[in-house]
C-alpha cells in the first residue's frame, strides 16, 4: 500500500475538520485584504519564514498557524515548524516575546497538537478536534493572568473549610498558576473530596479563572449527592452556592433523592452545551456514561459500570471548548479495559483544566492525571481526628483457607443455575475443590454460618460494651440468580441473628430501589447487617458502619480499599464510633495481601495491649517517640468519642472544655514545641487515672450439606512492618530469635546462663531490645500469642523466654513464679510480724516488677510510705542486700 502524500491528508483528512470546526477554507491570494476576512483557513499563507500551511484569520488577524505533515508522521515534534512560521508573520498586532500569532498547530490529520504561545509556562498538548472560531476569540479576550492574582490574593477562609482541604484549595491553585492542565487531588475516604471542591469551584468561578465548569461523576446516586452539595454550600454569608451561580444537572429518578426531600435539579439547557457562550457561568453535574453518550452515542457506553443508561440521552455536537474546568470525581473508577477507555475517551474530548479526585491512585489514573498536586492520606487523617482508625481480626476457616473435599457416597444438592431447580445425589467418587470454586462452583451452608457466628459473638461483645448492635456490612462473593452467595448469607444471618428478616438486608443492583435501601441502612436502626457484593464499595456514606466482613475474595487494590473506606468514616447516629472493624474471613491473608498497597492498611493498627500509661511512660523514656505519640494521639481521640458529658467536664479542669480532640491534634506539636511541659499533664497522676477511668455515658434500650466446617478467630499480631502472624508462627520467630540472639542481648544470656546477675536493668535491657526488634516481641504482643496458642493467659516474660529456648521450662504468671520463690525461701525461716508485713509489700512490688533493687524503697511510695530503705533493712537485721541478690537469682533460675 502506498504512502498517503501530505496533500492528500491535508484535503481529505484536515480540511474536513476545519471546515467541521467552523473554519471556511481559502487558498492566499497575493494582495489580500486580511481585514474583510473571519472564520477563514488560509492556505500556504506567507511569513518571512517561508509559506505555513495554514493561517487561522479572525475579524482581519492571525490568531493561529497550523503545520500540517502527512499521515505516517507524528505532528508533535513539528510544532517548531509552526513556531518559526508565527516569529516570521509582519503586519501583526501580536507581539508575545517574537511570536506574532498566539496559536500554534500542528497536525498530520489524525492527532492534533496546540500551544497556547502567550505565557513561558504554557505547556503544548494534544487536544481533540480544532477550536471554534468562538473559542479562539474567546480566549483571546480572556484575562487568565488578571485572575490568577486576584485568586492569589483572595483569603481562603470560609469558616466550615477544615485545615487540609484549605491545603488542597492552596495546591490547586499554585498548580493553575504554574498552567498545569491536569492534577490529581488524593484523599482519603471520608475526609470530603466533594466539599473541598464546591468551595474550589466557587473561588475559581468568583475569581474568573473558570466559568464553565463540569463535574463528572460514575453514578447516578452521587451525582445527586453532588447536585445537594452544590446547593446547601454557603458561597457567602446567607448566600447559597445555587443563588449566585447556576447548578444544572442530568435528569434524575425520584429515588435518586431523600424521601422527605423537596429538591428540583434543574436540567441544563442544551444550547449550554452546543454553543458556549463568555457569559455563561454554570456547573453542570453529570455522570461520565451520559457525558460519553452525549459525545459518541449509545454504542460507546455498552458493557461498562453497572448503571443503567439514560432512556433520555441522545449524541451531540459538543464543541471541546464547552467547559473550562472538568472535576472528575472518583476518577479511579475503571476496573476494566473499556471503563478505562470510556473515562479517558471523554475526558480527551474536551480542551480543559482537569482535575481527578480519589481516595486510591491508580496506575492508570496517574498516567492520566499526571501528578499528584495535593495527598491527605488515612493515617494522617485518623491522626488529626477526622476519620477512626481500625481493628483487624482474622477468621480462620478451613474451607476458605482449604477448600471442600468431598467424599465418595456423600450427599449433595445440585441447584440448576438456570432454573434453581434442586435435586440430590450422592458422591460417586472423590473430589477436591479448592478455594477458588467456593461459592462459585459448590457452597457449604455450614462453613457460612459458622463465620456468621463467629462474627455475632464479636458483635454481642461491642453491644455490651457501648450499648448498641454493630452496624455490620458483609461483603459476599457473588449475586447471580437462583446461586446467589448474597442471598445465601442473609437467609443464614436471619437465622444467626435471629431478629427477623428486616434486621439483615440484601443491596445489590438486583434488589428493588437499592438507593432507598442504602438511605435506609445509613439513616435508620434497621437494617443492622446488609449484605452486598460492590455496590456499597464506593461513592456510598454509612458513617454509623462499625463492622466489615470480607467474606469476598478481593486482588484490586483499589476495590479493596474503597471497600474499607466505608468504615472510616466518623459517626453521626453513633458519636461515640472510635473506630471499626475488619474482618478478614481469609486467615488474615486478605489484610497480608494488601498490607503495604493501601493507604489504610500502610500502618497496621495497634491493639490495646499496652495500656495508655504505659503508652505515655514511652514516650517519655523516649521508646520509639514518633510511633507512640501517634498511638497517643489515636488513643485519646477514641476516649473523646466514648466519654460522657460528665467525663467532658472532668477533662476541663485539664484541657480547655474537656475538648480531648482539640488537645490530642495539637499533641504533636506540643511535642515538638516543648516536650518537658507538654508530658507534665501527662503524667499527671490524676490525669492519667481519668485516661483510665473516664466515665461512659450510660446505656439506653434502645450447598455441601454434610459438609461441615472449622471456625475460629483471633486478632492478628503485627510486626513492625505490617505483617500478620499466626501465634505459633509468631511464637517460632520468638523462639528462633532466643536461640540466636543470646550474644546480642545480655539479658538473655543471664536468663539462660547466670540468673545471679538478674535484676532490674536486666530486665529494662530485655523488654527494651525485645519491643525494638522487626517483629515488635513486646509482652503484650507474647502474652497475647501464648494465650491463643496455649491457652495461658499473663505468661511472664522470663517463662516466655525460657521456654523459647528450652521446651521443657514451663509457663507461668509473675504471680506464679513470685509466690514459688517465696515459698521455696522462706519455708524454714521464722519471721516477725514486722518482717511479714514488709515481705508482703516486697511480694507484691515483684510480682509487679519481677526485679528489685535497693534505690525502689526510697522512690517507690509502697516501700517509702513505710519508712524506705533505712527502715526495711533495719528490720532485716542489715540483711537485705544479700536477700535482694537471693530474690532476683530465684526469680530468674
Given at each position: 500500500?502506498?504512502?498517503?502524500?501530505?496533500?492528500?491528508?491535508?484535503?481529505?483528512?484536515?480540511?474536513?475538520?476545519?471546515?467541521?470546526?467552523?473554519?471556511?477554507?481559502?487558498?492566499?491570494?497575493?494582495?489580500?485584504?486580511?481585514?474583510?476576512?473571519?472564520?477563514?483557513?488560509?492556505?500556504?499563507?506567507?511569513?518571512?519564514?517561508?509559506?505555513?500551511?495554514?493561517?487561522?484569520?479572525?475579524?482581519?488577524?492571525?490568531?493561529?498557524?497550523?503545520?500540517?505533515?502527512?499521515?505516517?508522521?507524528?505532528?508533535?515534534?513539528?510544532?517548531?515548524?509552526?513556531?518559526?512560521?508565527?516569529?516570521?508573520?509582519?503586519?501583526?498586532?501580536?507581539?508575545?516575546?517574537?511570536?506574532?500569532?498566539?496559536?500554534?498547530?500542528?497536525?498530520?490529520?489524525?492527532?492534533?497538537?496546540?500551544?497556547?504561545?502567550?505565557?513561558?509556562?504554557?505547556?503544548?498538548?494534544?487536544?481533540?478536534?480544532?477550536?471554534?472560531?468562538?473559542?479562539?476569540?474567546?480566549?483571546?479576550?480572556?484575562?487568565?493572568?488578571?485572575?490568577?492574582?486576584?485568586?492569589?490574593?483572595?483569603?481562603?477562609?470560609?469558616?466550615?473549610?477544615?485545615?487540609?482541604?484549605?491545603?488542597?484549595?492552596?495546591?490547586?491553585?499554585?498548580?493553575?498558576?504554574?498552567?498545569?492542565?491536569?492534577?490529581?487531588?488524593?484523599?482519603?475516604?471520608?475526609?470530603?473530596?466533594?466539599?473541598?471542591?464546591?468551595?474550589?469551584?466557587?473561588?475559581?468561578?468568583?475569581?474568573?479563572?473558570?466559568?464553565?465548569?463540569?463535574?463528572?461523576?460514575?453514578?447516578?446516586?452521587?451525582?445527586?449527592?453532588?447536585?445537594?452539595?452544590?446547593?446547601?454550600?454557603?458561597?457567602?454569608?446567607?448566600?447559597?452556592?445555587?443563588?449566585?451561580?447556576?447548578?444544572?444537572?442530568?435528569?434524575?429518578?425520584?429515588?435518586?433523592?431523600?424521601?422527605?426531600?423537596?429538591?428540583?435539579?434543574?436540567?441544563?439547557?442544551?444550547?449550554?452545551?452546543?454553543?458556549?457562550?463568555?457569559?455563561?457561568?454554570?456547573?453542570?453535574?453529570?455522570?461520565?456514561?451520559?457525558?460519553?453518550?452525549?459525545?459518541?452515542?449509545?454504542?460507546?457506553?455498552?458493557?461498562?459500570?453497572?448503571?443503567?443508561?439514560?432512556?433520555d440521552a441522545e449524541q451531540m455536537d459538543i464543541p471541546i471548548h464547552a467547559f473550562d474546568l472538568i472535576i472528575a470525581d472518583e476518577c479511579h473508577r475503571g476496573y476494566t479495559a473499556a471503563e478505562q477507555s470510556v473515562w479517558r475517551k471523554t475526558l480527551d474530548h474536551f480542551d480543559a483544566i482537569k482535575i481527578g479526585l480519589t481516595a486510591t491512585p491508580a496506575a492508570h489514573t496517574m498516567a492520566y492525571f499526571r501528578e499528584i498536586v495535593y495527598r491527605y492520606d488515612y493515617a494522617r487523617a485518623v491522626g488529626e481526628g477526622f476519620l477512626v482508625d481500625y481493628d483487624a481480626v482474622a477468621l480462620d476457616s478451613n474451607v476458605r483457607m482449604n477448600g471442600i473435599f468431598l467424599q465418595a457416597g456423600e450427599q449433595v444438592g445440585m441447584i440448576n443455575a438456570s432454573s434453581g431447580a434442586q435435586s440430590f445425589d450422592n458422591m460417586e467418587d472423590e473430589r477436591?475443590?479448592?478455594?477458588?470454586?467456593?461459592?462459585?462452583?459448590?457452597?457449604?451452608?455450614?462453613?457460612?454460618?459458622?463465620?456468621?457466628?463467629?462474627?455475632?459473638?464479636?458483635?454481642?461483645?461491642?453491644?455490651?460494651?457501648?450499648?448498641?448492635?454493630?452496624?455490620?456490612?458483609?461483603?459476599?462473593?457473588?449475586?447471580?440468580?437462583?446461586?446467589?452467595?448474597?442471598?445465601?448469607?442473609?437467609?443464614?444471618?436471619?437465622?444467626?441473628?435471629?431478629?427477623?428478616?428486616?434486621?439483615?438486608?440484601?443491596?445489590?443492583?438486583?434488589?428493588?430501589?437499592?438507593?432507598?435501601?442504602?438511605?435506609?441502612?445509613?439513616?435508620?436502626?434497621?437494617?443492622?447487617?446488609?449484605?452486598?457484593?460492590?455496590?456499597?464499595?464506593?461513592?456510598?456514606?454509612?458513617?454509623?458502619?462499625?463492622?466489615?466482613?470480607?467474606?469476598?475474595?478481593?486482588?484490586?487494590?483499589?476495590?479493596?480499599?474503597?471497600?474499607?473506606?466505608?468504615?472510616?468514616?466518623?459517626?453521626?447516629?453513633?458519636?461515640?464510633?472510635?473506630?471499626?472493624?475488619?474482618?478478614?474471613?481469609?486467615?488474615?491473608?486478605?489484610?497480608?495481601?494488601?498490607?503495604?498497597?493501601?493507604?489504610?492498611?500502610?500502618?497496621?493498627?495497634?491493639?490495646?495491649?499496652?495500656?495508655?500509661?504505659?503508652?505515655?511512660?514511652?514516650?517519655?523514656?523516649?521508646?520509639?517517640?514518633?510511633?507512640?505519640?501517634?498511638?497517643?494521639?489515636?488513643?485519646?481521640?477514641?476516649?473523646?468519642?466514648?466519654?460522657?458529658?460528665?467525663?467532658?467536664?472532668?477533662?476541663?479542669?485539664?484541657?480547655?472544655?474537656?475538648?480531648?480532640?482539640?488537645?490530642?491534634?495539637?499533641?504533636?506539636?506540643?511535642?515538638?514545641?516543648?516536650?518537658?511541659?507538654?508530658?507534665?499533664?501527662?503524667?499527671?497522676?490524676?490525669?492519667?487515672?481519668?485516661?483510665?477511668?473516664?466515665?461512659?455515658?450510660?446505656?439506653?434500650?434502645?450447598?455441601?450439606?454434610?459438609?461441615?466446617?472449622?471456625?475460629?478467630?483471633?486478632?492478628?499480631?503485627?510486626?513492625?512492618?505490617?505483617?500478620?502472624?499466626?501465634?505459633?508462627?509468631?511464637?517460632?520467630?520468638?523462639?528462633?530469635?532466643?536461640?540466636?540472639?543470646?550474644?546480642?542481648?545480655?539479658?538473655?544470656?543471664?536468663?539462660?546462663?547466670?540468673?545471679?546477675?538478674?535484676?532490674?536493668?536486666?530486665?529494662?535491657?530485655?523488654?527494651?531490645?525485645?519491643?525494638?526488634?522487626?517483629?515488635?516481641?513486646?509482652?503484650?504482643?507474647?502474652?497475647?500469642?501464648?494465650?491463643?496458642?496455649?491457652?495461658?493467659?499473663?505468661?511472664?516474660?522470663?517463662?516466655?523466654?525460657?521456654?523459647?529456648?528450652?521446651?521443657?521450662?514451663?509457663?507461668?504468671?509473675?504471680?506464679?513464679?513470685?509466690?514459688?520463690?517465696?515459698?521455696?525461701?522462706?519455708?524454714?525461716?521464722?519471721?516477725?510480724?514486722?518482717?511479714?508485713?514488709?515481705?508482703?509489700?516486697?511480694?507484691?512490688?515483684?510480682?509487679?516488677?519481677?526485679?528489685?533493687?535497693?534505690?525502689?524503697?526510697?522512690?517507690?511510695?509502697?516501700?517509702?510510705?513505710?519508712?524506705?530503705?533505712?527502715?526495711?533493712?533495719?528490720?532485716?537485721?542489715?540483711?537485705?542486700?544479700?536477700?535482694?541478690?537471693?530474690?532476683?537469682?530465684?526469680?530468674?533460675?
Amino acid at each position: 500500500m502506498s504512502e498517503e502524500p501530505e496533500v492528500v491528508t491535508r484535503k481529505k483528512r484536515i480540511d474536513p475538520q476545519l471546515r467541521s470546526a467552523g473554519w471556511s477554507i481559502t487558498l492566499y491570494q497575493s494582495g489580500m485584504d486580511l481585514s474583510q476576512y473571519s472564520k477563514y483557513a488560509l492556505e500556504e499563507f506567507p511569513t518571512d519564514n517561508g509559506p505555513a500551511d495554514y493561517a487561522l484569520c479572525l475579524e482581519g488577524k492571525i490568531v493561529a498557524v497550523i503545520e500540517a505533515k502527512k499521515l505516517t508522521l507524528g505532528p508533535q515534534n513539528v510544532l517548531t515548524q509552526a513556531e518559526r512560521y508565527a516569529q516570521g508573520i509582519s503586519k501583526s498586532p501580536f507581539n508575545f516575546s517574537g511570536f506574532r500569532a498566539p496559536f500554534l498547530y500542528s497536525t498530520n490529520g489524525e492527532i492534533i497538537w496546540f500551544h497556547d504561545i502567550r505565557n513561558p509556562l504554557s505547556r503544548s498538548r494534544t487536544i481533540a478536534k480544532f477550536h471554534t472560531p468562538d473559542a479562539l476569540a474567546e480566549r483571546l479576550k480572556e484575562k487568565f493572568e488578571i485572575s490568577c492574582q486576584r485568586l492569589l490574593e483572595w483569603e481562603n477562609v470560609h469558616p466550615m473549610l477544615r485545615p487540609y482541604q484549605a491545603e488542597a484549595n492552596a495546591a490547586i491553585e499554585q498548580a493553575i498558576r504554574d498552567r498545569k492542565r491536569q492534577m490529581l487531588v488524593a484523599m482519603a475516604t471520608g475526609t470530603g473530596k466533594t466539599y473541598t471542591m464546591v468551595n474550589e469551584t466557587f473561588r475559581l468561578m468568583e475569581s474568573g479563572v473558570a466559568k464553565r465548569i463540569l463535574f463528572l461523576v460514575d453514578r447516578r446516586a452521587l451525582a445527586a449527592q453532588a447536585v445537594k452539595a452544590f446547593a446547601s454550600f454557603e458561597a457567602r454569608p446567607g448566600l447559597k452556592f445555587d443563588k449566585s451561580y447556576e447548578v444544572y444537572s442530568q435528569r434524575f429518578f425520584r429515588e435518586d433523592f431523600e424521601d422527605d426531600e423537596k429538591f428540583d435539579p434543574k436540567v441544563i439547557p442544551s444550547n449550554y452545551l452546543l454553543e458556549p457562550k463568555p457569559g455563561h457561568a454554570f456547573v453542570y453535574i453529570c455522570t461520565i456514561q451520559r457525558m460519553t453518550i452525549n459525545l459518541f452515542g449509545r454504542n460507546a457506553v455498552f458493557g461498562t459500570g453497572d448503571e443503567p443508561i439514560d432512556e433520555d440521552a441522545e449524541q451531540m455536537d459538543i464543541p471541546i471548548h464547552a467547559f473550562d474546568l472538568i472535576i472528575a470525581d472518583e476518577c479511579h473508577r475503571g476496573y476494566t479495559a473499556a471503563e478505562q477507555s470510556v473515562w479517558r475517551k471523554t475526558l480527551d474530548h474536551f480542551d480543559a483544566i482537569k482535575i481527578g479526585l480519589t481516595a486510591t491512585p491508580a496506575a492508570h489514573t496517574m498516567a492520566y492525571f499526571r501528578e499528584i498536586v495535593y495527598r491527605y492520606d488515612y493515617a494522617r487523617a485518623v491522626g488529626e481526628g477526622f476519620l477512626v482508625d481500625y481493628d483487624a481480626v482474622a477468621l480462620d476457616s478451613n474451607v476458605r483457607m482449604n477448600g471442600i473435599f468431598l467424599q465418595a457416597g456423600e450427599q449433595v444438592g445440585m441447584i440448576n443455575a438456570s432454573s434453581g431447580a434442586q435435586s440430590f445425589d450422592n458422591m460417586e467418587d472423590e473430589r477436591q475443590f479448592d478455594t477458588t470454586e467456593v461459592e462459585r462452583s459448590i457452597t457449604s451452608p455450614d462453613s457460612n454460618r459458622k463465620i456468621l457466628s463467629e462474627i455475632r459473638k464479636y458483635a454481642e461483645e461491642h453491644e455490651q460494651r457501648f450499648g448498641r448492635f454493630p452496624k455490620i456490612l458483609i461483603f459476599a462473593v457473588n449475586d447471580l440468580s437462583h446461586t446467589s452467595h448474597a442471598d445465601q448469607l442473609v437467609d443464614i444471618a436471619r437465622d444467626v441473628f435471629g431478629k427477623g428478616d428486616s434486621f439483615v438486608q440484601k443491596i445489590t443492583g438486583k434488589v428493588d430501589r437499592p438507593l432507598q435501601h442504602i438511605r435506609e441502612f445509613r439513616n435508620r436502626p434497621m437494617p443492622a447487617v446488609v449484605v452486598t457484593v460492590d455496590m456499597l464499595s464506593t461513592g456510598v456514606d454509612i458513617p454509623d458502619l462499625e463492622f466489615i466482613v470480607f467474606l469476598r475474595p478481593v486482588k484490586s487494590r483499589i476495590l479493596f480499599e474503597q471497600m474499607l473506606g466505608r468504615g472510616t468514616r466518623k459517626g453521626e447516629r453513633f458519636t461515640d464510633k472510635s473506630h471499626f472493624v475488619v474482618f478478614d474471613c481469609f486467615g488474615g491473608t486478605l489484610l497480608e495481601y494488601f498490607r503495604q498497597a493501601t493507604g489504610i492498611t500502610a500502618e497496621p493498627p495497634e491493639k490495646e495491649t499496652r495500656s495508655i500509661v504505659q503508652v505515655i511512660k514511652d514516650i517519655w523514656d523516649n521508646r520509639d517517640r514518633d510511633y507512640n505519640v501517634r498511638i497517643l494521639v489515636r488513643r485519646l481521640q477514641r476516649i473523646d468519642k466514648e466519654m460522657s458529658g460528665h467525663a467532658r467536664d472532668l477533662f476541663a479542669a485539664y484541657v480547655p472544655q474537656g475538648n480531648l480532640k482539640r488537645y490530642a491534634s495539637d499533641l504533636p506539636h506540643a511535642f515538638g514545641q516543648d516536650f518537658t511541659g507538654t508530658m507534665t499533664l501527662l503524667r499527671n497522676p490524676a490525669f492519667q487515672d481519668l485516661l483510665l477511668h473516664y466515665p461512659r455515658p450510660e446505656r439506653s434500650l434502645l450447598v455441601a450439606y454434610e459438609n461441615v466446617d472449622t471456625v475460629s478467630s483471633r486478632y492478628l499480631i503485627r510486626d513492625s512492618a505490617g505483617h500478620e502472624y499466626k501465634p505459633e508462627d509468631y511464637l517460632l520467630a520468638f523462639s528462633q530469635f532466643v536461640k540466636e540472639n543470646p550474644e546480642h542481648i545480655e539479658a538473655i544470656r543471664i536468663l539462660l546462663d547466670r540468673p545471679k546477675d538478674w535484676g532490674t536493668d536486666a530486665l529494662s535491657e530485655l523488654k527494651q531490645k525485645l519491643a525494638a526488634t522487626r517483629y515488635r516481641f513486646t509482652v503484650e504482643n507474647l502474652q497475647m500469642a501464648h494465650k491463643v496458642r496455649y491457652n495461658k493467659a499473663l505468661v511472664d516474660i522470663i517463662s516466655m523466654v525460657k521456654h523459647a529456648a528450652r521446651e521443657e521450662e514451663p509457663l507461668c504468671t509473675a504471680e506464679q513464679r513470685i509466690h514459688r520463690v517465696f515459698d521455696k525461701m522462706t519455708v524454714s525461716t521464722t519471721l516477725t510480724p514486722e518482717q511479714q508485713q514488709w515481705l508482703d509489700k516486697i511480694r507484691e512490688h515483684l510480682i509487679a516488677n519481677l526485679s528489685i533493687r535497693m534505690d525502689d524503697f526510697d522512690s517507690i511510695p509502697i516501700f517509702t510510705n513505710v519508712g524506705g530503705w533505712s527502715k526495711a533493712n533495719r528490720v532485716f537485721d542489715g540483711q537485705l542486700p544479700d536477700l535482694i541478690r537471693q530474690w532476683n537469682e530465684a526469680i530468674a533460675a
